[in-house]
């Protein structure tokens, strides 16, 4: 991947290019804002940058993506390129080598071998390990030692620090001591959509790169420009369920091109049958099924993709009860139900909706009971959309 791949941010590329060319890279950046932004990808790219044989045999400004230190980084190979994000614990204990590995442990590797496997298919893909406690201090530690040590070839040796917000305080007391004294042949880039969670004393040892929500133009054409092959109303589709999410983007681009029902819309299909569970009379067993199996089965994030895609069908729902010829909608192939559901709820309170629903995600990402949380969206959503208490 080049930058002029990378989709959007125009400007914090540009930034870090000219700071590269003129030699005046900061010793520890911090990437910040929202989740599927892109700022991994940037992190990488400019790993790549600094690593580049091409590059540094050349005056080149962006890496080549084919030489053995490019490839190497692809893989997560690179000796001189390290990737920190939150992992099982169990994944740092110390193993006795004379011993067998247990079934637990190799449970886990599978688990942090997999997640890694879909980072190298999906750049934009955040990975986290679901029993995971955070950054631990044991994986700092580590970084400590590896830092000591002179890059294998020469130039910079890179660490990128992915949700640098869920830093344990003991891994952040030992990170803010590196980024005290900082090695001059270290980079740290610290990656957060929580900068607010991560110490200021840490924060203010680094230099701040904001990023936002790509324009729903830029990813559209990305899409047209990359995948030719998708028609103008799956590209529609792809960038109103993703949100900006550019994870979502790719991954929904990998499945039309597979041939497959991307995860979102299937996700959506799930949302909206559960709403049609919820607002049907005498299926409070079913409902009640349906959202333990969800809630057993189904990642947070997966949860927070079905209520997210909710939120665009109300939002299709409420303009098209406003204006009955509004064409312009979210999931302009769900027409029919949108154009039925006006008919069969005309008083549904679409501000209450949109509360609860915006609130149930947000709890989710909190570490909400899922069970729990969900059962009190139901009945709050099918009193808000019926006025049956």
Same mark, same amino acid.
């Given at each position: 991947m080049s930058w002029d791949r990378i989709i959007g941010h125009a400007l914090q590329k540009s930034i870090l290019r000219n700071a590269h060319t003129a030699d005046r890279l900061s010793h520890a950046y911090l990437f910040t804002g929202p989740a599927g932004s892109g700022k991994e990808t940037v992190a990488f790219e400019l790993a790549r940058l600094l690593k580049c044989r091409e590059v540094s045999d050349s005056a080149r400004q962006d890496a080549c993506g084919t030489c053995e230190n490019c490839r190497r980084i692809d893989d997560m190979l690179h000796p001189d390129v390290e990737y920190i994000f939150p992992v099982e614990s169990l994944l740092l204990e110390r193993i006795d080598p004379g011993k067998t590995e247990n079934k637990r442990l190799s449970e886990a590797r599978a688990r942090y071998?997999?997640?890694?496997? #879909?980072?190298? %298919?999906? @750049?934009?893909? +955040? @990975?986290?390990?679901?029993?995971?406690? /955070?950054?631990? $201090?044991?994986?700092?530690?580590?970084?400590?030692? %590896?830092?000591?040590?002179? @890059?294998?070839? /020469? /130039?910079?040796?890179?660490?990128?620090? $992915?949700?640098?917000? %869920?830093?344990? @305080?003991s891994a952040a007391n030992k990170l803010l001591k590196l980024l005290e004294e900082p090695p001059a042949h270290v980079l740290f880039i610290l990656v957060s959509s929580r900068p607010e969670n991560i110490l200021p004393t840490i924060r203010s040892r680094c230099q701040v790169l904001k990023f936002s929500r790509v324009a729903t133009a830029d990813i559209e054409r990305w899409i047209q420009d990359t995948c030719p092959d998708i028609d103008e109303q799956a590209r529609r589709i792809? !960038?109103? +369920?993703?949100? /900006?999410?550019?994870? #979502? !983007?790719l991954d929904a681009v990998h499945h039309r091109l597979d041939g497959e029902e991307p995860a979102d819309i299937a996700l959506r299909s799930r949302a909206i049958q559960l709403l049609r569970l919820i607002l049907s009379p005498k299926r409070l067993q079913e409902t009640l099924g349906e959202l333990e199996d969800m809630s057993r089965n189904l990642s947070r994030q997966d949860i927070v993709t079905m209520l997210s895609a909710l939120l665009l069908f109300f939002q299709d729902v409420n303009r098209r009860r406003i204006d009955p010829s509004w064409s312009d909608l979210n999931n302009p192939d769900m027409e029919t139900p949108v154009t039925r559901f006006v008919a069969n709820f005309p008083a549904a309170d679409f501000m209450a909706v949109s509360s609860v629903t915006e609130q149930t995600i947000h709890a989710l #990402?909190?570490?909400?009971?899922?069970?729990? +949380?969900?059962?009190?969206? $139901?009945?709050?959503? %099918?009193?808000?959309?019926?006025? !049956?208490?």
């Amino acid at each position: 991947m080049s930058w002029d791949r990378i989709i959007g941010h125009a400007l914090q590329k540009s930034i870090l290019r000219n700071a590269h060319t003129a030699d005046r890279l900061s010793h520890a950046y911090l990437f910040t804002g929202p989740a599927g932004s892109g700022k991994e990808t940037v992190a990488f790219e400019l790993a790549r940058l600094l690593k580049c044989r091409e590059v540094s045999d050349s005056a080149r400004q962006d890496a080549c993506g084919t030489c053995e230190n490019c490839r190497r980084i692809d893989d997560m190979l690179h000796p001189d390129v390290e990737y920190i994000f939150p992992v099982e614990s169990l994944l740092l204990e110390r193993i006795d080598p004379g011993k067998t590995e247990n079934k637990r442990l190799s449970e886990a590797r599978a688990r942090y071998d997999e997640l890694l496997e #879909r980072k190298k %298919k999906n @750049p934009y893909f +955040t @990975p986290f390990m679901e029993r995971s406690m /955070g950054i631990l $201090s044991e994986q700092i530690s580590e970084l400590q030692q %590896k830092a000591s040590f002179m @890059p294998s070839g /020469g /130039g910079k040796k890179i660490f990128i620090i $992915s949700q640098a917000e %869920k830093l344990n @305080p003991s891994a952040a007391n030992k990170l803010l001591k590196l980024l005290e004294e900082p090695p001059a042949h270290v980079l740290f880039i610290l990656v957060s959509s929580r900068p607010e969670n991560i110490l200021p004393t840490i924060r203010s040892r680094c230099q701040v790169l904001k990023f936002s929500r790509v324009a729903t133009a830029d990813i559209e054409r990305w899409i047209q420009d990359t995948c030719p092959d998708i028609d103008e109303q799956a590209r529609r589709i792809i !960038v109103s +369920t993703s949100r /900006g999410n550019l994870e #979502r !983007v790719l991954d929904a681009v990998h499945h039309r091109l597979d041939g497959e029902e991307p995860a979102d819309i299937a996700l959506r299909s799930r949302a909206i049958q559960l709403l049609r569970l919820i607002l049907s009379p005498k299926r409070l067993q079913e409902t009640l099924g349906e959202l333990e199996d969800m809630s057993r089965n189904l990642s947070r994030q997966d949860i927070v993709t079905m209520l997210s895609a909710l939120l665009l069908f109300f939002q299709d729902v409420n303009r098209r009860r406003i204006d009955p010829s509004w064409s312009d909608l979210n999931n302009p192939d769900m027409e029919t139900p949108v154009t039925r559901f006006v008919a069969n709820f005309p008083a549904a309170d679409f501000m209450a909706v949109s509360s609860v629903t915006e609130q149930t995600i947000h709890a989710l #990402r909190r570490n909400a009971n899922p069970m729990l +949380t969900l059962s009190g969206f $139901s009945i709050e959503l %099918k009193r808000h959309l019926t006025g !049956v208490r």
